[in-house]
Nanobody, 118 residues
C-alpha cells in the first residue's frame, strides 16, 4: 500500500488548508484512516481519525477547527480551519486494516509540511 499525501503549505494564522491522502490501486476499504503530525522537538501525535463506519476522533487541540472526512474510495482528507501557529508541523496520513490472514497492517504516507505564520 502506497499512500500519497498532498495539500500542505504556508498559510497565515486564521487561514485554512485541506490535506488529502489517496491510495491509488487499492480496491478494499481501510478500517481506520488517520492524520498524525509531528512538530520539531515533539513526538508524533494523533490529530484525527475516521473509521470505515464513519466514526471520527479528534485531538482536543483541533476539535471544532479540523474535520476529517473520506470519499469512501480510500481517499481521505483533513480540513483545517482557523489555523494557529502551533499547528505548524509535518502531517502524516496513516491507514490500518486487517489483511487476509487477519494480521493488522499499518501504513504511513509521506509527510506534508504545514506552516502557519503569525
Amino acid at each position: 500500500v502506497q499512500l500519497q499525501a498532498s495539500g500542505g503549505g504556508l498559510v497565515q494564522a486564521g487561514g485554512s488548508l485541506r490535506l488529502s491522502c489517496a491510495a491509488p490501486g487499492i480496491d478494499f476499504k481501510f478500517d481506520v484512516m488517520a492524520w498524525y503530525r509531528q512538530a520539531p522537538g515533539n513526538q508524533r501525535e494523533l490529530v484525527a481519525s475516521i473509521t470505515r463506519g464513519g466514526r471520527t476522533n479528534y485531538a482536543d487541540s483541533v476539535k471544532d477547527r479540523f474535520t476529517v472526512s473520506t470519499d469512501n474510495a480510500n481517499a481521505f482528507y483533513l480540513h483545517m480551519n482557523a489555523l494557529k501557529p502551533e499547528d505548524t508541523a509535518v502531517y502524516y496520513c496513516n491507514v490500518a486494516f486487517m489483511n487476509s490472514d487477519l494480521n493488522p497492517q499499518i501504513y504511513w504516507g509521506p509527510g506534508t509540511l504545514v506552516t502557519v505564520s503569525s
